[in-house]
T-cell receptor
Framework: DAGVTQSPTHLIKTRGQQVTLRCSPK?????VSWYQQALGQGPQFIFQ???????QRGNFPDRFSGHQFPNYSSELNVNALLLGDSALYLC?????????????FGSGTRLTVV | EDQVTQSPEALRLQEGESSSLNCSYT??????LFWYRQDPGKGPEFLFT???AGEEKEKERLKATLTKKESFLHITAPKPEDSATYLC???????????FGAGTRLFVKA
């Protein structure tokens, strides 16, 4: 049974560009959350999607947007990239709204902005 | 403000040297406390969920305990393969986001 799949694994972009990251949740999971993890830090919540709607948003600017598709897969879009956006972007899925049994995380997309 | 603080930031142990990691939290109406393990370049891997004070969970050399203000992850006779970053997290008050601590980086030397 495949877990959470993220693509691409690594990405290098230039300041000001836009990027789209993709996530396929674990089979049977309908909730997708996105996290940003800077080096040496814990994951920071960006937003969560459930039933194709953004359920909650963390303290991230509007440059960060997302989408969830009917098959529960999700995209994270970041516009006008800044050097500070360089981080590991993690997708986490869970069955239902509250991760009572813990999230299943993907291996992440390493984004480098130069 | 909901908050999770982990200590120490890093811990270096010899193989077989038992120790504990601490996670203190501030949240109203705890709806679970989660422990994850994260290896370099990978996503976090779920270990345990604890719901109420006094609860304990065990997995191999790891045991997690919970009080009303903090949780401990006890590592008994660790091995080099236990080297990783251990993350603690709680759901925020009344919401859908999970708040993570900065983690404890554990190094176990053979």
């Amino acid at each position: 049974d495949a877990g959470v799949t993220q693509s691409p694994t690594h990405l290098i972009k230039t300041r000001g560009q836009q990027v789209t990251l993709r996530c396929s949740p674990k089979s049977g999971h309908d909730t997708v959350s996105w996290y940003q993890q800077a080096l040496g830090q814990g994951p920071q919540f960006i937003f969560q999607y459930y039933e194709e709607e953004e359920r909650q948003r963390g303290n991230f600017p509007d440059r960060f947007s997302g989408h969830q598709f009917p098959n529960y897969s999700s995209e994270l879009n970041v516009n006008a990239l800044l050097l500070g956006d360089s981080a590991l972007y993690l997708c986490a899925s869970s069955p239902g709204q509250v991760p009572n049994y813990g999230y299943t995380f993907g291996s992440g997309t390493r984004l480098t902005v130069v | 403000e909901d908050q999770v603080t982990q200590s120490p930031e890093a811990l270096r142990l010899q193989e077989g040297e038992s120790s504990s990691l601490n996670c203190s939290y501030t949240v109203s109406g705890l709806r679970g406390l989660f422990w994850y393990r994260q290896d370099p370049g990978k996503g976090p891997e779920f270990l345990f969920t604890l719901y109420s004070a006094g609860e304990e969970k065990e997995k191999e050399r790891l045991k997690a305990t919970l009080t009303k203000k903090e949780s401990f992850l006890h590592i008994t006779a660790p091995k080099p393969e236990d080297s990783a970053t251990y993350l603690c997290a709680v759901p925020n008050t009344g919401g859908f986001k999970t708040i993570f601590g900065a983690g404890t980086r554990l190094f176990v030397k053979a």
